[in-house]
């Protein structure tokens, strides 16, 4: 349930380790639909599918800078840009060309977990099978109604899409535009996805303000004549530590599990990965015809993607709650290289967040 990345992925995936599997994918959407998102993805996607995307891709990004403190700080990266309504449904559409049945523009309403089976109401009828997927994103309902949703962790992000052809300005991530949080500039072939988010909980709300942030920003790249049909306003559920994905035989994927990156609020890449580990249980546990089987999703997502989102949920932690000792001993040409690796999907949060330099950061 829920055909974005994660969704689609897992499905797809799932045809491929296991061809004679029925996969039923529903999405309350009618794909192409419009999906805010800044759309970087690193080219690790392809360890994930077996299928070439370069058809997709609007650009690719080979320099990101990294502003603080009025600093501008260059570092090679390798990042593929892509326009998600475009993406989501390629993804969708390989699905179907491995045999999934796609079922677009079915809301559910309700998922009921039995002995035997799982059985999904929606407004189109119900379905059954034996194991069922959530791929919700932060606004999804049926995850909290089975109380697997994870504790508040969210980052409000509010995006605008400037459309213009081969824009001439670079990747950016800005940490001088807002407290507890970063804007960005993602650029395209065919315009700018402009944006600006903010970490809060409930002990910490984030401040008013966001669209008088982000028009400050758009003004700065002279971009004046705003188009209020393209300002798109969302949470984002980021990882907030290890938690129980697996609910006898219901299990998350993408989002709502977890996988977006805490610091960077990255979720396109973590989310493909979700769904490619998760068919590969699903895929086992059908094969050997023993739900049991699935538990070991839990595990396998910690030690893929959980574990080394604890690095990131640590640093951004120390980052935003102490800014200005931490931008001061971190904000290095070699830090401004470590980060564009990980965001490149090429080096790890764990490959250079040790528990020293950690340390050092608020020293």
Known sequence: ????????????????????????????????????CGGGISPDVKNYIDFDISDILNCQQKKIFLVVNQQKIAADCDLWMVRREH??????????????????????????????????????????????????????TLAKKLKLTAKNNITAALEYEHYQENPDVPLHIDFEQTKNGYAWIFPK?????????????????????????????????????????????????????KRKLVYHRILLVGEIAGAV??????????SIKSGFYAAKILAETIE???VRLLRQY??????MIGKDFQYARIAAYLLFRYFNKTMTSILTHSAAKSFAKVFSGQACYSDYLTARRLLRMVM
């Not at 829920?2 to 994918?25: D, E």
């Not at 999934?100 to 379905?127: A, E, H, W, Y």
Request: aromatic residues 8%; positive net charge; contains cysteine.
């Open 1 to 36: 349930m829920g055909a974005g990345p994660s969704g689609s992925t897992c499905a797809y995936n799932l045809k491929r380790f296991h061809p004679a599997a029925s996969v039923l994918l529903i999405d309350q959407a009618t794909f192409p639909r419009v999906k805010p």
């Open 87 to 140: 993406f989501d449904h390629f993804l969708l559409k390989k699905a179907q060309e491995r045999g999934v049945v796609v079922k677009q523009d079915c809301r559910v309403t309700d998922i009921n977990n039995q002995p035997s089976r799982v059985v999904v109401q929606t407004l189109q009828g119900n379905f059954t099978g034996k194991i069922a997927v959530i791929a919700e994103g932060s606004r999804g």
């Open 189 to 241: 072939s065919d315009g700018l996805s402009i944006g600006i988010g903010r970490f809060s909980s409930k002990k910490n709300v984030p401040e008013l303000g966001l669209p008088q942030q982000l028009k400050k920003y758009l003004h700065d790249y002279h971009i004046t004549d705003i188009d209020k049909k393209q300002w798109h306003g969302h949470p984002v559920q980021l990882y907030s530590g």
């Open 261 to 270: 990156d805490p610091l960077i609020a990255e979720g396109i890449r973590p």
């Open 288 to 290: 050997k015809n023993n």
């Open 298 to 303: 839990d595990q396998l997502f910690h030690q």
